[in-house]
């Protein structure tokens, strides 16, 4: 992804977001650029669509992907 600007987050914890991504960059972070905080995951291209902006899970409102991303980290550092 690019570089680009926050439109929304919905209470639900899509964001909405203008970096450009193409195909294959799902899954992609999207990083708070004053702290380097990651706050979400790139899921949708969609800055055709009505909204007009690109779609990201925000990690703050999604308590499973929060509980995915510390297993696959737990499950890292149990191999080393």
């Not at 007009?52 to 080393?80: G, M």
């Amino acid at each position: 992804l690019s570089e680009g600007k926050l439109k929304k987050i919905k209470s639900n914890g899509t964001m909405y977001h203008k970096m450009d991504g193409s195909n294959g960059s799902s899954g992609s972070a999207v990083i708070l650029k004053s702290t380097g905080e990651i706050v979400g995951i790139h899921t949708h291209n969609g800055c055709q669509d009505i909204i007009r902006a690109n779609r990201a899970t925000a990690l703050s409102e999604n308590i499973q992907v929060q509980e995915a991303i510390k297993d696959c980290l737990n499950s890292e550092n149990e191999e080393n």
